[in-house]
């Protein structure tokens, strides 16, 4: 007879409330900008917590910015991080530019705790070096970093 050892896995996550904070962050330094954005913030399985547009966004960043923050949370990196570390291979890059929940443009960052993606945040609506500061804000009102 063998003995069954129970295995017990913690990791850890990224509540709504948390979720709620980087959002807000990152809508207030839009509305600093003077730019309309959507915002989504993703747990780290891609699911979304929390998702807000500003009121004169396109309607179409809000899917842009789930986007973004699903592929950040997939790859652990910055969305455009995998263009850039892939711009020589044409082939790859047109494949996973047709993936319907994937966008490899800025404004899409992961949410690292001690190294370990909890999720992410996706912003669109902007230029891109706007939307990576609106998404920057709200890792900094959870006390994380993109780096």
Do not use: W
């Amino acid at each position: 007879m063998s003995k069954s050892t129970a295995l017990t896995v913690t990791q850890p996550s990224l509540d709504y409330r948390a979720a709620l904070r980087a959002l807000t962050a990152a809508a207030e330094q839009a509305e600093g900008l003077g730019v309309q954005v959507s915002i989504a913030v993703v747990g780290r399985n891609g699911q979304p917590l929390a998702q807000l547009s500003l009121n004169s966004a396109p309607p179409q960043t809000a899917q842009l910015a789930l986007r973004k923050a699903r592929t950040s949370a997939g790859f652990k990196v910055p969305s455009q991080a995998i263009r850039e570390r892939n711009e020589q291979d044409i082939h790859l890059l047109t494949a996973l530019d047709s993936h319907p929940d994937m966008l490899l443009l800025g404004g899409g960052l992961p949410l690292l705790l001690d190294g370990e993606c909890i999720g992410a945040i996706g912003v669109s609506g902007a230029s891109q070096a706007q939307d990576i500061a609106c998404a920057e804000a709200g890792l900094a009102t959870l006390g994380l970093t993109s780096a």
